[in-house]
């Protein structure tokens, strides 16, 4: 198993330590109310598996921040987003939020905590976006309660946030794949968790709804304080918005902590296998010139 510990001053060391928060970058008095994420000594796979897919020492999604797993195809991440969110026990170790262990929570007070965006949806198709968003406020009633103010207001901030109040009244069969995504979207946020996780949001939308979602993100986090782990294909992306990168190889962290610290040519070579320039000083965050495809021999 692996870890990688950020130092006091954001440098990133291997080491059997935590991947804890960046609590000395954050006055005492101005921290974030949203929960902490850990993972723990965690070995993760799937029934017929004989090995672990996914092995990880320690595990921090930081209060109230964005934390983005990026790896190849392959690398975990997906694996890992699970067993973060109680959707795949782990063999050995444990998942705590806020210091309480996720499979102690009862599904509907986790649903209130913590929400999941898959990547495997289905939904009827008769349904409309304003009705399958109103599934996201489950955990908040009742079996006999009926829709409140509360669940109204929750519903209509969703569909803001999402962009999707213009196909309010559209079947979910007539979408096509990138407004099914948005309407997936606007029914997590509907959920009003202070933790979310996402599995790839950004898949099948195109540049402008992928920065669209990718901002909403950042809002939750800069408004509302929510705790974010989002698992990202683009590098760029999860180097732009996010404020703390996990980067997953053959199952294993093999670097961790904020953009500026972790992004760079090595790690592109040697997780991502690409030949690439990285501008560290990019007033955006770290900006990656990608240049060529490295064959499985090269830079190893």
Known sequence: MSDATPTTDGEETASTGDAGSNDTDRPADGESAAPELVGEALAVGYPGTEEPVVECETLVLPRGEV?????????????????????LDPETGSVVLDGTEVQSFGSKELARKLGLLSQENESPGSLTVEELVHHGRYPHRGFFDSVDETDRRAVERALELAGVEDLRDRPMDGLSGGQKQLAWIAMALAQDTDVLLLDEPTTYLDLHHQLRVMEV????????????????????QAARFADNLVAMKDGEPYDWGPPRKVVDEALLRDVFRVEADVDVDHPTGPHVSPHRALDETEGR
């Not at 934390?67 to 959707?87: D, E, F, I, M, Q």
């Not at 939750?220 to 989002?230: M, P, Q, S, Y």
Request: without cysteine.
């Open 217 to 236: 993100l950042r809002t939750l986090v800069d408004v509302r304080e929510v705790t974010i782990g989002v698992v990202l294909h683009d590098i760029g």
């Open 67 to 87: 934390t983005a797993l990026v790896g190849p195809n392959g690398s975990g991440k997906s694996t890992l987003l699970k067993a973060l969110s109680n959707r």
